[in-house]
Structure formats: structure tokens, C-alpha cells
């Protein structure tokens, strides 16, 4: 794997992966899928950047035992299977599937395909944004 | 909001938001900024699309009880500061963010940045991947 630029911080840990179509360049387990917890320290998600080269598609179907997935689909056009229906994707399409749905997806177009996975525990979240987050009344101010 | 195109399966919730540049057309809350886990019922995690037009920021720093942040940004450029810290970020930059850290983002370029927040309960990850993930072995097989 190529060196990755990080700083951390005691509240945050950022990581510098460079354009998009650059992925390739990573995956361990599968060329152009970079994971990101153990790069950030995750504790609450594990998240793939990914880059699905034209005509290429995963070469197995596979289900959770127990976490939610969502992908998202950011650029190029592909298909999307589950449980044996199939589904068109492109720029934009979103999808979760629940633990015990049997995905699996391919790039069946001319173009390079690009998307994002995260996974977190079903039913794991009790607040969100509105009930979790907390608004700073402090002045704002940026470096000049 | 507009309406958006879904579809559903016993395992699944598919939505089609279009191309992200149109991404400004939605926004309860904060204009160009789209929420998924209502309109896909996520139960693990809050995720958000997000367009910020050149030039804008955030109006307001904010922290969180117990969700820990992810920021993926897919596209442009601006600066993202945490506890006092400024950062810049562009394609290809992520951020961890602890419940407790004080953040706040602006585009101070001269293009659209694009970027997706996800948020999941802190340290409720306890299997991933190879540990959570189920390899099947079975044929597989796509519609002509």
C-alpha cells in the first residue's frame, strides 16, 4: 500500500488519500478497495473507498451476520443484485441492504465505477444530528 | 424536496438522488444538504450528501454527545477546523471526528465542494468484514 499523509489531533485523526481514480493503487485484500477504520481509528463504522474498474465485477455474493450496509454510488453506472433481483446504479443511487440480503454488484459499462461502502450495527443508533449534536454558541474565526 | 425515485425488497431500500450536482435542490435544514437515514431507514448510522456552493461556510461550530463523525469529501477543495485547528481538505480527504471535538468547515474556494458525513455511535463496531462479512458459494448469475 502506498504511504497515506495523517494527522491526528486529540479529538480527530485525518488522512490524505489523494484523487479518486488513484484508488487503484490501493487494496489489500481486493485491487482499488481502500478500508478506512484501522487508517482513522473508526470505532462506530468500517468504510470503503472504491474504484470498480469498467467491465469488472466481485466475484462472490455475500450477506452480515449482524451489520447494515449503505452504498453509495458517486460516479460511473453499474448493476447491483439482491437476492436475486437486480438493480441499475449510477452517480447518485444509494442503496442499504440489511444483513441477511445476498449482494452482489458488477461494472458493466465503459467507464470506471466509483462508490462508497459503510457498514455499522443494525439498529445501533439511539440520536442523530438533531438529538446527538450540539451547537457551539462561540464567535467563529479562520486563520487569514 | 423534490421527489425522490426508491426502491424496496425485503432486504433493501434503493434511492436514486441524481447526478450530485443537483444535490442543492435539497435541504430541509441546511440547503444542499440531503439526509438518507429516513429516506432509506438506516438503523446504525445518520448519513448526509452534501453540496457547499464556493465561497460559503458553516454558520455555526458544533460537537456531539455520543456519535462519532466520519467526513468523506469526493470533490473540490475548502478548509475544515477542529479544537482551533485548520486543516485544509479536498478529493480524497477523511476525517474521524470524536463526539467531543469542536468543528466547523467552509468552502473558501472557488468551486462546489462536494462531501458525505456519516455518523455512528461511538465504539459500537465489535465485528467488520471478514469477522461480520458471509462469503457464499454459489453460482452467480446476471440477466442477459
Known amino acids: 500500500m502506498s504511504d497515506i499523509a495523517k494527522v491526528s489531533g486529540k479529538n480527530f485523526t485525518l488522512a ?8 487503484d493503487q490501493y487494496g489489500e485484500r481486493m485491487k482499488g478497495k481502500l478500508f478506512l477504520k484501522d487508517i482513522l481509528n473508526l470505532t462506530g463504522m468500517e468504510v470503503s473507498m472504491n474504484k470498480l474498474p469498467a467491465g469488472k465485477q466481485i466475484p462472490f455474493y455475500h450477506k452480515h451476520k449482524n451489520d447494515e450496509e449503505l452504498y453509495i454510488f458517486i460516479k460511473g453506472q453499474g448493476q447491483f443484485q439482491i ?24 461494472n458493466n459499462s465503459n467507464e470506471d465505477l466509483y462508490f462508497i461502502v459503510i457498514q455499522a450495527a443494525q439498529n445501533s443508533l439511539n440520536a442523530w444530528t438533531a438529538t446527538d449534536g450540539i451547537i457551539e454558541e462561540k464567535p467563529i474565526t479562520w486563520p487569514e
Request: no cysteine; glycine share 12%; aromatic share 4%.
Open 83 to 106: 437476492d436475486g433481483e437486480t438493480l441499475d446504479v449510477r452517480e447518485g443511487t444509494v442503496i442499504r441492504v440489511a444483513p441477511e440480503g445476498s449482494r452482489i454488484w458488477r
Open 16 to 23: 490524505q488519500l489523494g484523487d479518486l481514480e488513484n484508488l
